[in-house]
Nanobody, 121 residues
Framework: QVQLVESGGGLVQAGGSLTLSCAAS????????MGWYRQAPGKQRELVAT????????NYADSVKGRFTISEDNAKNTVYLVMNILKPEDTAVYYC??????????????WGQGTQVTVSS
């Protein structure tokens, strides 16, 4: 059983910063990618950033490039998202996603419970 535990959301003023973290636990043989997605009210869930632990290759949505930084700690199976220069349009529920092999033949995606980020103007 794989679980994702997120933390770090909250309320911040525009221009401020927040750091999200997501720790994965359970039987994980190999992580393909970990990342963050977000969903604002009335909108579809969208990719924010992903990272591949094997080579630290990171991918960002255009809307967050230069403001957000994703990183990971392989030893702790944890991914972080440092969010700077936050804007009201960054307000959303942020979800952690894990793409991993959990057995020799079984690869699947896991989602965290979500953490609210609210940016006031």
């Amino acid at each position: 059983q794989v679980q994702l535990v997120e933390s770090g959301g909250g309320l911040v003023q525009a221009g401020g910063s927040l750091t999200l973290s997501c720790a994965a636990s359970g039987t994980i043989l190999n992580i393909n990618t970990m990342g963050w997605y977000r969903q604002a009210p009335g909108k579809q869930r969208e990719l924010v950033a992903t990272i591949s632990p094997d080579d630290d290759n990171a991918n960002y949505a255009d809307s967050v490039k230069g403001r957000f930084t994703i990183s990971e700690d392989n030893a702790k199976n944890t991914v972080y998202l440092v969010m700077n220069i936050l804007k009201p349009e960054d307000t959303a529920v942020y979800y952690c996603k894990l793409d991993a092999w959990v057995s020799a033949l079984f690869r699947r995606d896991y989602w965290g419970q979500g953490t609210q980020v609210t940016v006031s103007s």
